[in-house]
């Protein structure tokens, strides 16, 4: 299993909806990322969370550090939100020194 | 642009060959790190560097792989005899050592072994 799951793998949504994309992990960290990556491969940073909730325009980060899980939600999706989002964890116990990253969830807007 | 910057963006090359990749990092972050990513997946811990010193080396980097950073600045990754498994995408990050949880990536290298 990894130390770092994230749900659904794909997700496919018309322009408008509401969009959730989960982040499990199984270690102790200190902080949690939400990252952006488009088909180009560069990857953008959306957030960093170590508690609570951030929120930037459209997108909206959570975590519950007792659950374990952090949530990106998107509101008044469009076909430009299409990317592969990526949650990535900094453990504390290997030393915070290095992400570990989720699979990455596919989303695709249509118009 | 004073981002992260990766050459070369694609690669194909014919197994058995050596290839190299070089990042250069935005130029005040002394730490340099390397991520492999393969179809699919989420990028995976490959190397960093804080300055010229190579401090972390997952056991992903076999024998065939080596990085450096000889002066601080730009990294190079070097996979010699390449195999079509090392076919993926090459993601350089870097960061301030004491902000090292702000990492700043750069658009990665495709690596294709025919």
């Known amino acids: 299993k990894n130390e770092v799951e994230q749900s659904p793998q794909n997700l496919t949504a018309q322009e408008g909806e509401f969009i959730t994309i989960n982040c499990s992990y199984s270690?102790?960290?200190?902080?949690l990322h939400w990252l952006q990556q488009h088909p180009g491969g560069g990857i953008v940073s959306l957030f960093m969370?170590?508690?609570g909730k951030k929120k930037h325009g459209r997108l909206i980060a959570t975590i519950n550090i007792q659950e374990k899980h952090s949530s990106l939600h998107i509101t008044a999706s469009h076909p430009r939100d299409s990317a592969v989002y990526i949650c990535a964890a900094q453990p504390v116990i290997q030393g915070a020194q290095k992400l570990v990253f989720g699979q990455g969830t596919r989303l695709t807007i249509n118009p | 642009d004073t981002g992260v910057s990766q050459n070369p963006r694609h690669k194909i090359t014919k197994r058995g060959q050596n290839v190299t990749f070089r990042c250069d990092p935005i130029s005040e972050h002394n730490r340099l790190y390397w991520y492999r990513q393969t179809l699919g997946q989420g990028p995976e811990f490959l190397t960093y560097?804080?300055?010229?010193?190579?401090?972390?080396k997952s056991r992903l980097l076999s024998d065939r792989f080596s990085a450096e950073r000889p002066k601080g600045s730009f990294s190079t990754l070097e996979i010699q005899r390449t195999e079509q498994g090392d076919s993926a995408m090459y993601l350089c990050?870097?960061?301030?050592?004491?902000?090292?949880?702000?990492?700043?990536f750069g658009q990665g290298t495709r690596l294709t072994v025919v």
């Open positions: 990050a870097s960061s301030l050592a004491q902000r090292f949880m702000e990492a700043f």
């Open positions: 270690v102790g960290i200190s902080a």
């Open positions: 560097f804080q300055n010229e010193a190579q401090l972390e």
């Open positions: 969370l170590s508690s």
